[in-house]
């Protein structure tokens, strides 16, 4: 049985002139997860965000959140949606509590009792008197997303959350996000910064002009299937390693060495062949921003197909 979706999109276009910043995008985010959407500059991410939130009015395409059909819906969904999709414009003259109790008046009052606990789990309770103007980009953005979690959302959006954050901010926003997601809510969250993305992320969802060219469990696009790596235990690697490569099998590295093939069992009768068996072989997992290289075509070859 198919997981429970939080948001399904099919067809999205959108244009602005001659451009498509969405051509025919698909979308799916299970529901429960940390989803990374990701794409090069330009390729449309925050003009899909803000479809799902309505802030833009689609040319073709449907969209479904939390089981409601968008934009139509969207008033039925009025505090069970929090996000951050523009620069933080909170009212300088206020503190930080002032500015958030001001935002759950403004949302009907829900999670006007939270403030003082998200302060807290955002390191801003030291600050929360002080007047927005002495805050920095870091403190701002911290600021809203409390405003974003008030009244406990079950889907979260947050492009560029981590945007001016320190190392110690970005560690206490991932702490904050995960218990997000542990009491069942859905986070979409669209960043530049794919070692947070990794380490966050379960679901992971690219595109590329307009178009989704993967998506799914991000430990499923971070196995290369052409890598692998090959443990020989205490054997000599180098008349294996020779063998491989006479064979036309790329060899890098050393015991345990990494060979580049579709195929694992080539490497396995090769040596079986020779006598030589194997102590380990597995796939190699890459770094997020190699993969990412790859789909997009920044690093030179051709985007991928979805996953």
């Known amino acids: 049985m198919p997981a429970p979706l939080a948001v399904a999109a099919g067809g999205l276009v959108k244009r602005y002139g001659g451009t498509a910043a969405l051509d025919g995008l698909d979308l799916e985010v299970p529901a429960g997860s940390i989803f990374g959407f990701l794409g090069p500059n330009g390729a449309g991410k925050t003009t899909a965000l803000r479809s799902l ?3 833009v009015r689609l040319d073709a395409g449907r ?13 039925a969904l009025r505090g069970r949606i929090g996000a951050v999709v523009e620069a933080p414009a909170p009212y300088p003259p206020l503190s930080g509590r002032a500015n958030l109790r001001v935002m759950a008046d403004l949302a009907g009052r829900r999670g006007r009792g939270d403030v003082d606990g998200l302060l807290e789990r955002l390191g801003l309770a030291d600050t929360g ?24 959302p ?59 060219v993967w998506s799914g469990p991000i430990g499923d696009l ?30 890098l590295g050393a015991n345990p060495f990494t060979v580049e093939c579709g195929d694992p069992s080539a ?41």
């Not at 002080?130 to 406990?152: C, E, F, I, T």
């Not at 945007?163 to 009491?183: E, I, K």
Request: glycine share 14%; charged share 20%.
């Open 63 to 75: 969209m479904q959140v939390l089981g409601t059909e968008v934009p139509d819906g969207l008033p």
């Open 154 to 212: 079950d889907l979260l959006v947050l492009d560029e959350p981590a945007n001016g954050l320190d190392p110690a901010g970005q560690q206490a926003l991932r702490q904050v996000l995960h218990g997000v997601r542990d009491r069942g809510a859905t986070l979409v969250i669209s960043s530049h910064q794919l070692a947070d993305v990794q380490a966050l992320c379960d679901h992971v969802g690219i595109i590329d002009k307009g178009r989704l």
């Open 53 to 55: 939130l309505g802030l």
């Open 222 to 251: 971070l196995v290369r299937p052409r890598a692998w790596r090959v443990d020989l235990g205490g054997a000599d690697p180098g008349h294996p390693a020779a063998l491989l490569s006479c064979a036309g099998v790329r060899v």
């Open 267 to 307: 490497v396995t009768r090769i040596l079986g062949e020779a006598g030589v068996w194997l102590s380990g072989l597995e796939p190699v997992r890459a770094g997020l921003e190699d993969v990412f290289l790859q789909l997009t075509g920044t690093d030179g070859s051709a985007a991928g197909g979805r996953g």
């Open 129 to 152: 008197r002080k007047p927005v103007s002495q805050y920095s980009l870091g403190m701002r953005q911290r600021l809203a997303v409390a405003g974003a979690l008030l009244g406990s």
